[in-house]
């Protein structure tokens, strides 16, 4: 079993954008394979749309982005881009937010808006959690099980940071309103809902279905907390301009 390590570390701010030592930018051609490839010093990306490019460039949910041309959603772009060093996950998404700057002439702005979210709190039966032993590092660990099931596990992670990876599988964004301080060591196992996680399909290799709790029934059972629909604002990326890449 393979696990992805998520580190979350501040970053500071720089005076010039990081960018990639060189990438192509072509038009998708019919039929191909939609999928994304990361490695410790390029990505390549097949068959995406600028919106899902975004998605992953400023790690957003579909929600958050609003406006863009006619084209943004229909036209299928691949990416091949190399940093010509190791870098890390951040690193690689601030890479590709100039790289759209830059070939795409994508222009931003940043805004709120009031939208749909899930509060993170303590379910009734109280809280499963295990506190984190002082001195361990924090870090989250991402993996997909022998049987298909996905999995997290946590060491020494404030509850802020569970949120965060939360939105993913949960499909909206997730805050943190457990009045839970500290960090806490956790294990989590659960079935993906393909329409939150587009890349996944959701099945066993034989076609059939997973068997597993949801992420919502095991958050509650597994961690004794709950994922509660409500609303809240949340940062939205207005595209104000964007032009068709010239192919390379």
């Avoid at 060189?22 to 390029?42: F, T």
């Avoid at 709190?121 to 984190?132: D, E, F, I, Q």
Wanted: glycine share 8%; hydrophobic share 40%; aromatic share 6%.
């Amino acid at each position: 079993m393979k696990f992805l390590l998520l580190a979350f570390t501040a970053v500071s701010c720089q005076a010039q954008s990081p960018a990639f030592e060189a990438a192509s930018v072509k038009v998708s051609s019919p039929g191909e394979q939609v999928r994304m490839r990361r490695e410790p010093g390029r990505i390549t990306i097949s068959n995406f749309s600028l919106r899902a490019i975004m998605r992953y460039a400023y790690d957003v949910q579909e929600t958050q982005i609003s406006g863009g041309p006619a084209w943004f959603d229909s036209e299928r772009w691949d990416i091949a881009a190399t940093a010509g060093r190791e870098i890390t996950e951040d690193e690689r998404r601030r890479m590709l937010q100039t790289l759209l700057n830059d070939r795409f002439r994508m222009t931003i702005r940043h805004d709120s808006k009031e939208l749909p979210v899930y509060a993170l709190v303590v379910a009734k039966s109280g809280s499963k959690l295990t506190p984190g032993t002082a001195g361990n590092p924090e870090r989250v660990e991402l993996g997909v099980s022998g049987a298909g099931l996905h999995q997290m596990r946590g060491q020494s992670v404030p509850l802020s940071t569970m949120a965060k990876v939360l939105t993913g599988p949960s499909g909206r964004i997730v805050v943190d309103r457990t009045g839970l301080a500290g960090s806490f060591d956790y294990q989590l196992e659960w079935v993906p809902d393909p329409a939150n996680m587009p890349m996944i399909n959701g099945a066993k290799p034989d076609g059939s279905k997973l068997d597993g709790a949801s992420i919502f029934t095991a958050v509650q059972e597994q961690l004794g907390l709950r994922l509660e629909a409500t609303k809240g604002p949340v940062e939205i990326l207005v595209i104000e301009r964007a032009e068709k890449a010239t192919e390379n």
